[in-house]
């Protein structure tokens, strides 16, 4: 008797390590989705306010999600599995109690270890049901909090359409108003061009129909001889005289435009191609530079405001006649007067 209960022993499969390394594996799954959860409830609550960016990352947090959910079913499959194999070897552990009660016969009481074990199997089948029944309840979380995260996305969206409305009813009063500036721009240049015409009208009618004062385009100009000698930015008495008659046609004409066109008389000086180096001109640069602001001080004597009057120096740079002639280089020698905005 004492040889078959040793027997009995021995052939018994022991279960408990591998029910041990079952729930070992089961509570780091759950210690992992908890702490992976805490980290996704912490990135969304620090991205959520974000639009584009907020819509990316909570998508990815929903896939990262989904996954998890995918991982804790197949956990619960493979601990629906374990549950399976535990009540089959309850099952077998049954038919050998039943078959050694049948071998032994008289020895029934020999029979309280395989009722004890018997037993025991129970009492971890049903903790296992009650574990499975734990992780399906976190599943259950999971799926609320995905539905939470939709529900967020969702309004995060009307959001973002209200805010691409409100854009477009922007853009839309932004271009009517730039249509507006434009026409009263457009509106102010008219203007400016009237007054303009009738400054050099006036000037016209002051200097007299002479050559080398003339009118190109949009511009007053005269010839660099009249107003100064060659090589030099002091200005001769006859130049004097000249932007004299100028500086008076201009004042009268600044008392006419309306304050809120905010004009001014521009003095562009030009040179020829022909180059100048001296300690005082350097280069035509310096040379035509200074010639418009001979002009420009000659004004301000005159009375014209200092605020009105803008010089500038081109050098040969923007030559009206592009020949090497005495004459194209008698035409690009000028200094050049212009009615305009600021």
Request: proline residues 3%; charged residues 25%.
């Amino acid at each position: 008797m004492s040889l078959a209960r040793s027997r009995r022993r021995s052939g018994a499969a022991d279960y408990w390590p591998g029910f041990v390394d079952a729930m070992a594996t089961l509570l780091l799954v759950m210690t992992f989705l908890l702490s992976l959860f805490m980290v996704v409830q912490f990135f969304v609550t620090q991205e959520s306010s974000g639009k584009d960016t907020a819509l990316a990352r909570l998508n990815s947090q929903i896939a990262q999600l989904t996954e998890l959910l995918a991982m804790e079913r197949s956990s619960k499959l493979g601990l629906e599995d374990n549950v399976t194999s535990l009540s089959a070897t309850l099952e077998s552990e049954k038919s050998e109690k039943a078959r050694l009660q049948g071998l032994l016969g008289l020895a029934g009481g020999k029979t309280s270890d395989a009722e004890q074990r018997a037993g025991t199997l129970g009492g971890q089948l049903a903790e296992q049901k009650k574990l499975s029944a734990q992780a399906l309840a976190q599943v259950e979380l999971l799926n609320q909090q995905l539905a939470a995260l939709r529900r967020q996305i969702a309004a995060l969206e009307t959001a973002l359409e209200a805010s691409e409305k409100s854009d477009k009813e922007s853009q839309t009063r932004i271009a009517d108003l730039g249509k507006r500036l434009n026409v009263a721009l457009a509106r102010k240049v008219q203007e400016l061009s009237r007054y303009r015409s009738d400054f050099f009208g006036r000037l016209r009618t002051i200097l007299g129909e002479r050559e080398e004062i003339r009118i190109e385009g949009d511009r007053f100009v005269f010839q660099a001889e009249v107003l100064f000698p060659s090589g030099s930015d002091v200005m001769n008495p006859e130049g004097t005289k000249q932007i004299n008659k100028l500086a008076g046609a201009l004042k009268e004409v600044g008392r006419e435009i309306p304050p809120e066109i905010n004009w001014v008389l521009r003095i562009d000086g030009h040179t020829d191609a022909r180059p100048i180096q001296t300690e005082q001109f350097p280069s035509n640069w310096e040379l035509s530079a200074a010639r418009a602001i001979s002009v420009v001080k000659q004004l301000i004597e005159q009375g014209v405001p200092a605020r009105r009057l803008v010089a500038a120096g081109f050098g040969e740079h923007q030559p009206l006649d592009p020949g090497d002639s005495d004459k194209a280089f008698t035409r690009n020698r000028r200094i050049e007067l212009k009615l305009t905005e600021k």
